[in-house]
C-alpha cells in the first residue's frame, strides 16, 4: 500500500508519487518574525514535523526547506513600537520560535532560509517576469499583472472576477490602487520609504512584496518543482495562489506536485485573534501553571484531523492531559519494570533525542499486527487520530500489566511478549514525535526520599479520616507528581511504589 494523500491542488486524494524515486523535497512556509508563536503555529509545525518523520520512517529521502519572513510591515511596526531595528526584531522572534519548537519536540528543518537573504534571487525572479511580460514598473514599484497568467485562481478555486480587488499580501493599499494597471495586480518590488530597510535594484531602491519571497526562496533551495508545497489554510489565498502565478509564469514548470494545508484552530469555537483577546501563545500556555506538557499539546493537535478545524477549549486540553498521562505511562512501562521482568537485552528503542527511528532494523521486533494498523493509517492521508488509536491500545494494556505487576506481582503475559509491544509502543511513538516523561526521583536529586512519602501517606490518611478529602486529594496529586502511585487496599492500608 503507498501513501495518498489530499491535494488542495486537485481537490481529492492521490497517490503520492515523487519527482524522483524515493527522494522528497518539501517546501513549508515559515513564519513571519514579529512576535511569538501562537497555537496556529504549533498545529502547523507539529503536523508537518509529524508527516516529514513519517515519510522517512516509511524509507524516503526527505529533504525538507523552512523559510523566514524577515523583512515585512509588521516587523517594521513593531520596531518602530519598540523602537528597535528590524534585524533586532527578527532575530529576537526568529531565536523565540527555536526555543518554542525545541519543546514540542519539532525537529530542525534541513535548511532554514531568510527573505533578507535571498534579495539577489528576488530580483532576478522578478525581472524574469518583467522579461516575459507578466510584471511591469511603475513609480518605483513593480506589479504582477494577473490578467496575464491564466490559470490564476486554479489552487483556491477563485473565478478572478469574484475576487475582492486588491488582494495584494501585506503592502500600502491606498498608494498601489493610485498606481496599478488592474486592481488585482499585485507587488512584487515595493519603492523605498524613509526610515525603513531597502536594496539597491533596477528599479529603484526597495523591498520585496512577500508572495515573490517565497517563489524565490523555493527556487533557489530546491529548484524549479517540488514534491510538497505545505502551509496553513489561511495561506492558500492569495499568498501561495500568487506563489503560483509568479513561479510558473517564470518556469513554465509546475511549482509543487502536491499542495497541503493544515486547518485553523479556533477558541471556543471562535477563531483566535488578538483582537477577540483569545490569542495564545505557545509558551504562555506550556509555562501557565496548571497548563498541559508539551507532549500532551503534540498529541491534542495529532488526535485531530490535520485539514479540520481544531477547536482548544478548557475541555479539549484537559482531555488531552489525562489521554497522555495514559500514554506516557505505556511509554514508561519499560522502565519500570523491564528489569523486574528480565528484559536484559537491547531494548531496541533507538535515541529518545528526536531521532527517527529505523524501521528496517526495528521491523523484526515489533508486533506487526499494530504496524500494519499503524501503517494503514498514516498512508490515508496521515490520519493521525487513527495512529494515535493504535498507540493506546498498545498503552492500554502495558498498563494493566503495569498494574497486575504492582499488585499481584506479576503479570499475566508472557515478559518477551510484553517487551514487543513495549518496543512497538516506543518506535511508533517516535514517529509521531512523542516522547515519555521519565523522572528520577533519587534523594540525592532532589527528590523525596522514602522517609518523606511515608509521611506524606500518613499525613493522606489522616485527612481522610477527618474527611478532609480535598486535602487528601492534593497530597495524591503531589505525589503522583513526584511520581509516586498510591494504591488504597481493603483495611485503610496504602502501598505505593515510584
Known sequence: MSVALYNTLSRQKEAFKTLTPNQVKMYCCGVTVYDYCHLGHARSYIVWDTIRRYLSWRGYDVRYVQNFTDIDDKILNRARKEKSSMGAIAQQYTAAYFEDMARLNVLEADEYTYATHTIDGIKRLIHELEQKGYAYAAKGDVYYSVRKFEGYGKLSGRKLDDMRAGAS???????????????????????AKPDEPSWESPWGAGRPGWH?????????????????????ADLQFPHHENEIAQSEAATGQPLATYWMHNGMVNVDGEKMSKSLGNFTTIRGLLDAADGPSPMAIRMFVLQSQYRMPLDF???????????????NEGLCFGYSYGEALGWNEDLHIGDWNSKIPNWSEAESRLDKAAVQKFRASMDD????????????????????????????????????????????LANLAQVLGLEPQTKVFAETEGGLSDSDVDDLVAQRTAAKQDKNYAEADRIRDQLSEAGITLIDKPGGVVVWHR
Open 313 to 327: 477549549t478548557p475541555e479539549t486540553i484537559e482531555a488531552a492531559k489525562n489521554g497522555w498521562a495514559t500514554l
Open 169 to 191: 499580501g501585506r503592502v500600502d493599499a491606498a498608494k498601489e490602487e493610485q498606481i496599478k494597471r488592474d486592481p488585482f495586480d499585485f507587488a512584487l518590488w515595493k519603492s
Open 381 to 424: 492521508d496521515f490520519n493521525t487520530p487513527g495512529a494515535i488509536a493504535v498507540l493506546f491500545g498498545l498503552a492500554k494494556e502495558l498498563q494493566r500489566q503495569g498494574n497486575l505487576i504492582v499488585h499481584e506481582g506479576k503479570p499475566d503475559a508472557e515478559p518477551a511478549a510484553l517487551q514487543q509491544q513495549w518496543q512497538t
Open 212 to 232: 515573490i519571497e517565497c517563489s524565490a526562496m523555493v527556487r533557489d533551495r530546491l529548484g524549479e518543482t517540488i514534491d510538497i508545497h505545505m502551509g496553513g
